[in-house]
């Protein structure tokens, strides 16, 4: 086992090969670019704990547990398969690389491709050796030659484009069933029978857990690890086989549904493993489409998952790069308020959909897609949130978090700072929305029918103030005129636009 000191590794002495490949947090897995063309017999293999990463930021607690976890399990596994691993702590990741050159004279040091910018940047300014990712099923190559001349970039002619090169749910040149998504069927509201959901996978946390939550720092927050992130592949392949076999065959009706006896429903919680490269996406999609041909899955559950991965994942990868770096920047609407002190557990709310989202991520690191669009984000859109404070907070907090990850979602999605280069409208709703999909609503002290009075609910309130702020960039939007121009007709709305006013300073003060 790989004893890790600060800056350097205690070996044992040996001949030692002359080219070195780095390793990066989010490529652990032994089949990625650079590492499958290594062998012991001519690779070191290096690693980097950077202090100024892990300080950068307010880490949730579980989302560093399972990054540093996950690295010294992998790298254990390296050095018993007979790799010299320099594992090393050092303060950035170039200085790390610094004392590993200065301690060894590799000859060569190579490194896959990165999966965001900065990192990029960074190797190629060391002199590292970039070796085409094959972590996604679409290259920014593949994608820039796909996006070609196109005007506007729309993730369903991306996904269709996607089965048909890839040949998941086709039969032949068609899509299995005869549709290309189950979309209509995959919108039931929660289910009223108080059925239960299957429990997530859990492991004994051991020795080397332990010791890496000792040494997180006193910033990090939420809930201690319980064992239910997997940090070895090993463990991943195990969650893996449970998503399909339990999980899977219910996911789809209910895959848009919130309720707040349940954190992860029947969502296969998959998407941390992909992210650190513990899963390979060809993997999880190959037991789809295995468990649908074998009549296990039904073609609405199975397209929904697919559609997640290949689709709704790889576009957001690919339109991370098309965009980047100036992406960063983006703020259209001018939203200049700080994120909510709630956000930051510096204050309660009595909103119950708020409360129980934001009370999943502090026990589990863990909101599924809708709860972070259309609570999380959906409120941040409608307050006006600063993007960039959204986007490192929800980094910083989901146990599948990256910066590729969330610009576009964040960004793009949630927040319309892109101007619709991601979606074709921004995802504002008011409180029917969140009854519709929820049980939130239900004895919360906010009426979701009211958008005045001090009982009215703060999205309800928000949703028009939204539209009535904002008349000038919707009115012409065909997907979301017709709601500005319902604003307008609202024989209170000077009444709802002091009332927002009185939610959004009740929202700053932490008092909702």
Known sequence: MIEVVAGEQKRSKRMSPRSTVWVLGDQLNRNLAALQLADPSTHKVLFVQSQAKLESKTWHRQRAHLVITSMRRFAAELEAEGFEVDYRIARTLGDGLADHRGEHQPEHISATEPASWSGRELLLQHGVELVRTNQFLCHPDEFEAWVGSRKSLKMEDFYRWQRRRLGYLMDGEEPAE???????????????????????????????????????????????????????????????????????????????????????????????????????????????????????????????LLRQIIGWREFVWGCYWHWMPSYRGRNELAANRPLPPVFLGKASTQMRCVESTLGAVHDHGYAHHIQRLMILGNLCLLAGVRPGELVEWMWASFVDGAEWVMLPNVLGMALYADGGLMATKPYASGGAYIDKMS??????????????????????????????????????????????????????????????????????????
């Open 178 to 304: 005869g549709k290309w998504n189950f979309d209509s069927e995959n919108r039931e509201r929660p289910p009223k029978d108080g059925r239960s959901w299957p429990e997530p996978v859990r492991n004994e946390l051991d020795s080397l857990d332990r010791a890496v939550l000792a040494d997180l720092p006193s910033t990090c927050w939420g809930a201690e690890p319980d064992g239910t992130w997997a940090t070895s592949r090993a463990e991943a392949i195990s969650r893996l086989r449970f998503a399909i076999d339990e999980i899977l065959p219910r996911f789809g009706p209910h895959e848009d549904a919130m309720l707040s006896t349940s954190w992860h429903l029947a969502h296969t919680l998959l998407s941390p493993y992909l992210n650190l490269g513990l899963l390979h996406p060809t993997e999880v999609c190959d037991e789809i489409e295995i468990a649908y041909r074998a009549g296990l899955v039904p073609i609405a559950s199975a397209e929904g």
């Open 439 to 512: 049980d939130y609503c239900k004895d919360c002290v906010y009426d979701r029918k009211k958008r005045t009075g001090e009982d009215a609910c703060p999205f309800t309130t928000l949703y028009w103030d939204f539209l009535a702020r904002h008349e000038d960039k919707f009115a012409r939007n065909p997907r979301v005129a017709q709601q500005v121009r319902a604003a307008h007709r609202l024989s209170d709305l000077d009444e709802v636009r002091g009332r927002a006013v009185q939610v959004l300073l009740r929202l700053d003060r932490g008092e909702l």
